[in-house]
Nanobody, 115 residues
Framework: QVQLVESGGGLAQTGGSLRLSCKAS????????MGWYRQPPGKDRELVAT???????IDADSVRGRFTISRDVTLNAVYLQMNNLKPEDTAVYYC?????????WGQGTQVTVSS
């Protein structure tokens, strides 16, 4: 069974930084792509940044220049470095993995940015 384990959320002040980590386990992955989504309070889940199956990066306009996605393919891990945080970045952040056409989601980690 595929598991995604996230870590690194928490409380930050405006202008601060946090780093999220996510590691996939439970099977052999031949075509794994991973990324990050978030769900702000009272809103729908939205893309933050993700690697595509073609190894490109897609990121949201709202985080470009502040957030950086990276990965370690040997560990089946993806990271999100979040700098210059803003109160509007407050959300539950979810790791998503896709392999063989199936989507897997992490349990989510809360990020709260105080003004």
């Amino acid at each position: 069974q595929v598991q995604l384990v996230e870590s690194g959320g928490g409380l930050a002040q405006t202008g601060g930084s946090l780093r999220l980590s996510c590691k996939a386990s439970g099977r052999e992955f031949s075509d794994l792509s991973m990324g990050w989504y978030r769900q702000p309070p009272g809103k729908d889940r939205e893309l933050v940044a993700t690697f595509t199956p073609g190894d490109n990066i897609i990121d949201a306009d709202s985080v470009r220049g502040r957030f950086t996605i990276s990965r370690d393919v040997t560990l089946n891990a993806v990271y999100l470095q979040m700098n210059n945080l803003k109160p509007e970045d407050t959300a539950v952040y979810y790791c998503k993995a896709q392999s063989a056409g199936i989507d897997y989601w992490g349990q989510g980690t809360q990020v709260t940015v105080s003004s």
